[in-house]
C-alpha cells in the first residue's frame, strides 16, 4: 500500500467522524518539550476531524490512570509507557478492543509487525485476546557508542556481528586497551543497566519465544537459557581486561558517568552499550555523529535468530469508548501522525509508511534505520515483570552477580522473589 492510500483511507474514518465531532481526552506520560510534540500530532488530528482534543500529561502517569480507571474517570485514550500495566487495566475489563483490522494493519506496515501486535494483545476479564494496545512513539535500546576519531586512530573496524563484537573487544585488549566502559549505579535503581545488557543478550541467545514466556515465568528465571544470558553479560562485565576500571567498580560506576571514558585523551575505553538517551549525559558540546556515534548491537551470525532490536515506547489505548477515541487510533496509522514527530525530536517509529526525509535530525533517522530493520522488536523485559522483580530483585540481583555471586545462585534468588509474590 502506498503512501497516498495511506492517507485517503485515513481521510474517510475522519471525515465520517467530523459529522459528529466531540471532545476527545488523551492522557499520557508526556511534559515540557515532548508535551509540545505531542501536542502538535494532535491538533493535526482535530484539525483534520474537527473533534475538541485535549492532552494531559503526568510524571505520574502509572499511578493517576489506574486511580482514574477505577474511579470511572478516564480519558477516552492513554498512552501506557508501560505495556504490562495495560495488560492488567485490560484484564480487569477497563480497555476497548480496536477496531477489527488493526492488527493485521501493523503486521503489514510496522516493521517486525507480529511483534508489535503480540504487545498490544491482551487478555480480557474472560480470558479472551483482543488487540487493545497501538504502538506509538518507540525507543531503541539495543546501541553500542563509540568516538569515531578513536576507533579511526585505532584502525577499527564497525563490527557487524556479534562473532565480530567480541573479536575487536579481544583486538583492544590485545593492542593494551580498555574495550568497554559499563556503570550500573543509579540510586536507588542501581542494577539496571545490567538488565538490558541480559535482555538484549537473551534475543540474540535464544528464540523469542524463550523471552516471552521469561517476562511472564512461563519459563523460570534460573532456567538454564537465562542463567547463561546473564553469564553472557558476565563475559564482559566480570573481566578485569575488559572494564574501565576493572570488573569491581562496575556495579558502583555511575551510569551517568560511565561513558565519559570514551573522550579522555588517551581513551579509558572504546564502547559503550546503552540507548538513545545517553549522549545527554555525553561532555557537554558532544555532536552526535561526529564527537561521538552508534552502531547496531550486533547478533550472532551462526544462530539464525535475525535482526532483534530492544526498546521501550508508548501504547496507546481506549480507556472511554467513543468515536473520537477510534478516529484518533486510525489517525495515528496515518504518515502524517508520524512525520510531524519525527520532524522534532525524540520520536522513533517502525511504520514503513512513513517518509524518513521527515526527520530533522540526521542521528534519529539512523536510529529509526536499525528499527525498520529489526526481524523481531521485543519491550524491555524488565518493565514487563512484576515491579517486585523487574524494579527489584532483577536489579539487586545483578548487582551480586557483577560482584561475583554464581549467575546459577542469583538467578534462583530471583525466581524465589516471584514466586513469593504469586
Known sequence: MNRVLYASAAAVALTAGMASAEQVTVFGPWLGPDQINVEAVLAAFAESSGHDVRYVGSDS????????????????VAAFPQPGLAAEMANRGFLTPLSNGTADWLREN???????????????????????????????????????ENFEDAGYEIPGTMEELKALTDQIVADGETPWCIGLGSGGATGWPATDWVE????????????????TNEIAFDDPRIVAAIEEFGAFARNDDYVAGGAGVVASTDFRDSPKGMFSSPPQ??????????????????????????FYFPAYSDKDLGSPVLGAGTTWVITNDSQGAHDLIEFLKTPQAHEIWMARKGFLTPFKGANPDAFSDPTLRKMNDILLGATTFRFDGSDLMPGGVGAGTFWTGMVDYTGGKPAAEVASEIQSSWEALK
Open 61 to 76: 502517569f502509572e499511578q493517576q490512570i489506574a486511580v482514574d480507571l477505577e474511579a470511572g474517570s478516564p480519558p477516552n
Open 110 to 148: 510496522y516493521a517486525a509487525g507480529d511483534s508489535w501486535v503480540d504487545l498490544g494483545t491482551y487478555a480480557d476479564p474472560g480470558g479472551n485476546m483482543n488487540m487493545y494496545g497501538f504502538p506509538y512513539k518507540t525507543d531503541v535500546k539495543s546501541l553500542v557508542w563509540f568516538v569515531p
Open 200 to 215: 538484549d543478550l537473551l534475543l540474540r541467545t535464544q528464540d523469542p519465544g524463550v523471552y516471552d514466556q521469561w517476562v
Open 269 to 294: 575505553c572504546y564502547m559503550h552499550r546503552q540507548a538513545s538517551f545517553i549522549p545527554a549525559f555525553f561532555p557537554e558540546g558532544t555532536i552526535v555523529g561526529e564527537d561521538a556515534d552508534f
